[in-house]
């Protein structure tokens, strides 16, 4: 069996000296390169927790490339803890659980158990939005894709988190390479802690969850952005992300309870 082979290329244009955060690297690889360059000179990303890598990026163009060998079989994440049942409860910047539960109780209540209650949230959302991309922007939340009736992945797993936490379920976004999406992009999806475990969905059904590879967890997109600024101006014109599974790729009918590694 081949290990899975992973990468990304970003490509900024910086009109001004800038502080950016990566986080493309996968979370658990055999092997892995990163390499950054500014109009041909070599730049450094310093390694932070979480494998984020911190870059001071002079003005010009700066060119990002990571490739990851990634073994098929991981071991599985650890249990639920008290603290990440908490901080999963809780309402975020993108997910609005708070202002949802009127909504959600009166669509999910009265199921047999949570994880009836994820599988109908998942299967509610995957019905009544419209993947369409560019249909939302950075600023776009649960609330938003509700009233809206569209989005990219992103929106999807918001909506997904903000009705699970409203229906008492702990709820978290992992962003992912996905072999078998098309067209190819970063993805983020769900995890919902079920009997003490994370379980995977992905309403939007567009990859198997089976070959789904950890790259960061968090609460919302906030915590797993790709990229964020932190100081100065960029632009990303280019982004080209490649996700080839080890095996062939499991068929997935997006129902039964899957751990992502």
């Not at 990303?45 to 984020?52: F, H, I, K, N």
């Not at 990851?68 to 409860?89: F, G, K």
């Not at 068929?251 to 309870?257: A, Q, S």
Request: charged share 20%; proline share 6%.
């Amino acid at each position: 069996m081949n290990n899975s082979q992973v990468g990304a290329t970003l490509v900024f244009d910086v009109t001004e000296p800038a502080e950016i955060v990566l986080l493309i690297a996968a979370a658990d690889p055999v092997s892995e390169s990163l390499s950054l360059s500014s109009d041909g000179r070599s730049v450094e990303a310093v390694e932070l927790p979480g494998r984020q890598h911190y870059v001071r990026a002079p003005k010009g163009r700066l060119t990002v490339t990571y490739a990851a060998e990634v073994a098929v079989s991981r071991p599985v994440p650890a249990d639920v803890t008290e603290l990440d049942r908490i901080v999963a409860l809780r309402p975020s910047r993108y997910c609005p659980s708070d202002k949802m539960a009127g909504f959600a109780g009166t669509l999910f209540s009265g199921l047999p158990d949570a994880t009836a209650t994820v599988r109908a949230i998942r299967d509610w959302v995957h019905d009544h939005l419209s993947y369409e991309a560019g249909s939302s922007g950075p600023s776009t939340d649960a609330a938003d894709t509700l009233l809206d009736g569209r989005g990219v992945c992103r929106d999807y797993a918001h909506l997904v988190t903000t009705l699970c936490r409203a229906m008492n379920v702990p709820a978290r976004v992992a962003a992912v390479y996905a072999p078998g999406l098309s067209p190819m992009d970063f993805h983020l999806v769900v995890e919902t802690a079920l009997d003490g475990r994370w379980q995977v969905w992905d309403a939007t059904g567009l990859a198997p969850r089976q070959s789904l590879i950890r790259i960061a967890t968090g609460r919302d997109a906030a915590d797993t952005a790709l990229a964020t600024t932190l100081s100065g101006l960029l632009t990303m014109p280019e982004l080209v992300i490649t996700a080839v599974a080890g095996s062939d790729l499991p068929l997935d009918d997006h129902t039964g309870l899957v751990e992502l590694a």
